[in-house]
């Protein structure tokens, strides 16, 4: 085996930071371009991120060569990867778009066509990346395709970055080498998708074009290495999944495959593969360790600790450890990690670093700016900034022997008892209501029974009009909660504004005809934060923006301690919009798997255990609502399907403890009150026997992008509740003709039966605007309507 050796040892590193700013500069800078700015002031953003990004790194301590990351993506490391590819899918090609230097003013000009669409062109699909709340930009491969490699322009953005480093004030007379990283090639075929002819034979055939891919990729790194590289990193998290449609015995060949072409080169750079987001198996640590890949890194915050059998394959390999996770918020433990490190020590013939264990793009920048917080539970975070420490601390602990990690020991064992004995962390009554929970929480009565109890209660007619929540949120509501966060607005007057917008809402409502009203949704800001900021237990952040897609960032809750109810949460709301109709109005709460989805959870007891404790608080909120008079109650899992383990093994446990918390969340309610739950995705396949267990009364749920595929797949499954199919994408403004309505309704009464479907849209109305969601709720009674009449004629009301 020939190897280009490295030039010097992999340092201490972290896999990637963030990419948004830590005042959502780069966010802010991609937005003004979108509404028509200039593309120069976006080019200088993103050159003065980075340039902000190397000096902070390295002061944070990162100065060896090629321990900065630099990553180049200014919205998606995929899409990034797409263009470095020089991938440019047929339908932008014949709209004028060609392969270009992703950094240049063209670049940037694709980069925005491609994840936003133009007025001729939709624009690629975004799809959640792992199990996290990320979005990547999915790359299409098409047979008339070929791939562009753009070297130059890759060797381009690593010189632009070394002259960011020499210049940078910390760093003269010896600036570190940056490390580029880059989605592997067998990680962007999995994660790609076949289009056009390509996919109708087969979708896993896109795998067919891992050789051409990988000649792709020889070309990147031959660039890299005339500009200078040492080190490349090449991510594979496609390893720490088996759950992929490309078979993993084909994966795992196409691993060996791939790095041992990459590894043959003699003019490139050290690779550096890491696998991030869970275990990489035995499997590919053997794959790895047969090429002449340089490093490979473990990710050992969702990751199992390899024997020193599976390490044997990479005994001379340098192994960087992910000890630092990633995807917390949390101080690491770092007593575990230095026995992680120990032991990894005595397991591997090799040298050993120290990383993160997924790239930092999915933390905040920096703890230290959240100094509204009760410092004490401030001291227990560890975002990006303070991860970075965690890894040069750690490799202290690697090269300065036994005692370098003492004090930081000692400082994080007292933090650690404090943590456990704090008054929000342990409540014995959370505690002990917990333990008394009996399996029969968790069932209600018998469907049949309920079905009964509610058709009398409720009187419906076939095929109910409803919607799933939320209604628009204008500028006017953003202001009314705005001012009422800065104080500049009183609660009594908040209260009564809010009050209009619901009046306003319900009114509407009744005019268009709909049967089941909401209340719309306008105290919230977001579905799981007005939950958080409600139940004791969560804190919320001042700066912890995360990136979740493109430009959008969210600030997750961060759930520290036991979650309870001090008080009703919604039920007033609900009960006012009620007062003012005859029509039923549904509440509507969001359940506790997607609270846990959305949210940092705490790491010091299992999820399922900390899901309970959300269901039960949830529990009371829905008994509360049904005491007031709400007949229907909606408790929304749109993140069900989320969390779902990477490994299939691991699926089931997972399906059972989610399924149980919701139902724990939902079986309080009596047999005549109306269970509505809503999900949100298109793949529900691996999850249509955890929906039918959660047996909710009325499930919505969406089916217009997939074609209405899940309609014929629910009745296959022998689905026996009501079902909602959404009958028309909310995600776009167009509004749906009266014609597309009946047809969906029609097969949707044909393939459930009359007496199951539900006629409302896929998701809640809040990002859309008043007049396209009037227009498409009236094409939705009208439709409806028209249904209903055919029904009608056909099945007389008395057989
Ligand atoms: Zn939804």
Same mark, same amino acid.
């Given at each position: ?177 940056? @490390? $580029?990283? =880059?989605?592997? *090639? #067998? %990680? ?8 056009? &002819? /390509? ?68 003019? @490139? $750079?050290? =690779?550096?593969? *890491? #696998? %991030? ?8 640590? &053997? /794959? ?71 790239? =930092? ?439």
């Amino acid at each position: 085996m020939t190897t280009a050796p490295p030039t010097h040892a992999l340092p201490p590193t972290v896999l990637g930071y963030p990419r948004i700013g830590p005042d959502r500069e780069i966010k802010k800078a991609l937005e003004a371009h979108w509404g028509g700015g200039d593309v120069a002031a976006l080019i200088e953003a993103i050159s003065s991120h980075r340039r902000r990004t190397l000096d902070h790194l390295v002061g944070l301590g990162l100065e060896e060569d090629s321990a900065v990351p630099a990553d180049g993506a200014v919205i998606d490391q995929v899409l990034d990867a797409s263009v470095l590819l020089g991938l440019v899918p047929r339908r932008f090609r014949d709209a004028g778009f060609a392969a270009v230097a992703p950094d240049a003013p063209e670049g940037l000009t694709l980069i925005s066509a491609l994840a936003r669409g133009t007025s001729e062109v939709e624009p690629l699909e975004l799809t959640k990346w792992f199990d996290t709340n990320y979005h990547y930009y999915v790359p299409e491969i098409e047979a008339d395709v070929a791939f562009a490699p753009q070297a130059t322009a890759l060797a381009d953005r690593f010189r632009a970055f070394r002259a960011l480093a020499e210049q940078s004030e910390r760093t003269v007379g010896a600036a570190p080498l940056p @490390r $580029p990283t =880059l989605l592997g *090639p #067998v %990680s962007f075929l999995v994660l790609a998708k076949s289009v056009g &002819a /390509a996919a109708e034979t087969s979708q896993a055939a896109r795998f067919d074009r891992l050789e051409e891919l990988v000649g792709a990729y020889a070309a990147l790194l031959g660039a890299l290495h005339e500009a200078g590289a040492a080190w490349i990193q090449l991510e594979e998290p496609v390893l720490s999944s088996d759950g992929w449609d490309i078979p993993r015995e084909q994966v795992i060949a196409g691993i060996s495959s791939a790095y041992e072409q990459l590894g043959r080169l003699t003019e @490139r $750079p050290a =690779l550096f593969v *890491p #696998v %991030s987001y869970g275990t990489a198996g035995d499997d590919a640590l &053997a /794959a790895l360790g047969g090429t002449a890949v340089e490093a490979v890194g473990i990710d050992l915050e969702r990751g199992a600790l390899p024997s020193a059998e599976a390490l044997r394959p990479l005994a001379g390999t340098t192994l960087a450890a992910g000890v630092v996770g990633g995807l917390n918020v949390w101080r690491t433990d770092v007593s575990r990690a230095a026995a992680l490190l120990d032991t990894l020590g005595e397991r591997h013939q090799g040298p050993l670093t120290v990383s993160s264990s997924t790239s =930092l793009q999915h933390v905040p920048h920096d703890a230290a700016r959240e100094t509204q917080l009760d410092p004490q539970v401030a001291g227990w975070l560890a975002f990006a900034d303070q991860k970075v420490g965690e890894v040069l601390a750690l490799a202290g602990h690697l090269t300065g022997g036994a005692d370098a990690l003492e004090g930081l020991r000692a400082d994080d064992a007292a933090r650690r008892r404090l943590r456990e004995q704090h008054p929000q962390v342990h409540v014995e009554s959370v505690r002990s209501r917990l333990t008394a929970v009996e399996p029969q929480d968790r069932r209600r009565a018998e469907a049949e029974h309920r079905r009964a109890a509610q058709e009398t209660g409720l009187g419906l007619p076939p095929l109910p009009t409803t919607t799933i929540g939320s209604f628009p949120q204008t500028g006017e509501i953003r202001r009314i909660r705005a001012a009422h966060r800065r104080g500049s607005l009183d609660q009594q007057g908040y209260e009564e504004a809010i009050r209009e917008q619901i009046a306003d809402c319900v009114r509407r409502q009744e005019d268009l005809g709909l049967d089941v009203l909401v209340h719309g949704e306008a105290e919230r800001n977001d579905m799981v934060q007005y939950f958080a900021e409600n139940l004791e237990g969560f804190i919320t952040t001042a700066h912890g923006w995360v990136q979740s897609y493109g430009s959008r960032c969210l600030r997750p809750p961060i759930l520290f301690g036991d979650v309870h109810r001090p008080a009703p949460i919604t039920v007033d709301w609900i009960r006012y919009a009620a007062s003012l109709t005859k029509k039923p109005v549904k509440g509507m709460l969001t359940g506790p798997v997607t609270i846990l989805a959305w949210s940092f959870v705490r790491d010091d007891q299992p999820l399922a255990d900390t899901a309970d404790q959300i269901a039960l608080a949830l529990r009371d909120e829905v008994q509360d609502l049904q005491a007031a008079g709400v007949k229907i109650i909606q408790v929304d899992e749109p993140a069900l399907r989320e969390l779902l383990p990477l490994q299939v093994a691991e699926r089931p446990d997972y399906l059972r403890w989610s399924v149980e918390s919701f139902r724990l969340s939902t079986s309080g309610a009596n047999a005549a009150t109306q269970l509505h739950t809503h999900l949100c995705y298109s793949e529900f396949e691996t999850v249509i026997d955890a929906i039918d267990a959660l047996d909710a009364d009325v499930t919505t749920l969406e089916a217009s992008r997939s074609g209405f595929e899940v309609v014929s797949a629910l009745s296959e499954h022998g689905f026996s509740r009501g079902i909602g199919p959404g009958v028309w994408d909310i995600h776009s403004p167009r509004v749906p003709g009266v014609d597309e309505l009946i047809d969906r309704l029609r097969l949707a009464a044909e393939v459930l039966g009359t007496q199951r479907v539900w006629s409302n849209p896929d998701c809640g109305l809040k990002t859309r605007g008043w007049e396209e969601t009037e227009a498409s709720l009236r094409h939705l009674v009208n439709a409806t309507a028209v249904v209903r009449a055919e029904l009608a004629a056909k099945v007389p009301a008395s057989v």
